[in-house]
């Protein structure tokens, strides 16, 4: 205010006029300045802001990452009582290749090639909360010679379609590998889609000796039956590839 004030003091019209007069003047041209700056951004301002808001961010087809919560389990039978056993360490490698442009997760995986989609479970990593049972389930998977189980998916597309809202049927193709042995598999399974990601989750029934594992048997009279239920809730999250 006071550098405006100094400029017009120097202009012959304004000479000499009472300082109360002289700080009106100078408050009207600095109001005039600021809304000719205004005036002349606000159109640039408004676009800039309507550009960031009215159109969706592009959500990169790349790689997903397994969200903590994620879980797979098994379940199966004995002679003696039921059980569990957890995998405590679950690794994915989920890679897309994008085939167009894409401004939702949904776009992004019915518009991308699957170039790796591959979970491994470490064997070790299976626990019951019965150290006797986890011997035992160590050994008949033959974990030290082939120490994970993995599912690698063979589908090109993870989803073959655009969903609409809501928790759908999905059908994926596999090879599944446990003890060393190789089995093709289809997997009936829920997905729905999140926000940044999607949800997976279901069972598969398999039996132990389609691989080549033999039942085991605790104390020489505990048996446990041949059938186990693979159950797996997987998160898989695309935050990382939003820009």
Not at 32 to 37: D, S
Not at 136 to 163: C, H, M, V
């Amino acid at each position: 205010m006071e550098k405006i004030r100094s400029s017009l003091s120097s202009i012959d019209p304004f000479r000499g006029l009472p300082p109360a007069e002289m700080d009106r003047l100078a408050s009207i041209s600095q109001e005039i300045k600021q809304r000719t700056i205004i005036g002349h951004w606000a159109p640039m301002m408004g676009l800039l802001l309507f550009s960031a808001f009215a159109f969706p961010r592009a959500i990169q087809a790349g790689q997903a990452v397994l969200k903590p919560e994620s879980r797979v389990w098994l379940t199966g039978d004995s002679t003696l009582h039921p059980y569990a056993s957890t995998a405590t360490v679950i690794d994915l490698q989920a890679d897309f290749q994008p085939l167009g442009a894409a401004s939702s997760v949904g776009e992004t995986l019915s518009q991308s090639e699957v170039q790796t989609f591959k979970v491994t479970i470490p064997v070790t990593g299976l626990k019951s909360g019965e150290k006797g049972l986890d011997k035992n389930l160590y050994k008949a998977l033959k974990e030290d010679t082939s120490p994970s189980i993995q599912f690698q998916l063979s589908d090109k597309r993870l989803l073959s379609g655009l969903p609409a809202a809501g928790i759908h049927q999905l059908t994926s193709n596999g090879v599944l590998t446990i003890a060393g042995k190789e089995n093709a598999i289809q997997i009936d399974s829920q997905f729905e889609l999140l926000p940044t990601g999607i949800h997976i989750f279901g069972t598969k029934n398999l039996l132990m000796t389609d691989y080549g594992v033999k039942p085991p048997t605790i104390l020489a009279f505990i048996k446990v039956k041949n059938e186990v239920t693979v159950h797996f809730d997987l998160i898989l999250d695309f935050a990382g590839q939003q820009k």
